[in-house]
C-alpha cells in the first residue's frame, strides 16, 4: 500500500544563542532535506529568538518523525500544520 503524501508547514522558533540547538536542528533539517520543498529563516531584532519556517512533502509518519525530532531540542519549538486531501 502507498503512503498518502501530504504537505505540512512547520514554524519553528529557536532561541538565540542556543549553539548546541541550532546545531541539532540543522542536522535534523539535513537529515530530512529530501522532504523539504521550502525553507525561510527570519531574525527577528530585538527578540531573543528567531524564526524559521519549512514546507515538507511527505507521508504523515515522516512528517511527525520530523516534528518529534525537532520538537525535543532544548530552546526549539515548533508547530505543524498539515493540509489536507492533496
Known amino acids: 500500500m502507498d503512503k498518502e503524501i501530504k504537505i505540512a508547514s512547520a514554524l519553528i522558533t529557536v532561541q538565540k544563542n542556543n549553539e548546541t540547538g541550532i546545531n541539532l536542528l540543522n542536522r535534523i533539517l539535513?537529515?530530512?532535506?529530501?522532504?523539504?520543498?521550502?525553507r525561510q529563516g527570519l531574525?527577528?531584532?530585538?527578540?531573543?529568538?528567531n524564526i524559521i519556517t519549512i514546507v515538507l512533502e511527505s507521508d504523515l509518519n515522516t512528517i511527525n518523525s520530523f516534528a518529534g525530532k525537532t520538537?525535543?531540542?532544548?530552546?526549539?519549538?515548533?508547530?505543524?500544520?498539515?493540509?489536507?486531501?492533496?
Open 43 to 49: 531574525s527577528l531584532p530585538g527578540k531573543d529568538f
Open 71 to 86: 520538537g525535543r531540542i532544548k530552546g526549539v519549538s515548533i508547530k505543524i500544520l498539515i493540509q489536507k486531501n492533496i
Open 30 to 38: 539535513s537529515d530530512f532535506s529530501s522532504f523539504i520543498i521550502a
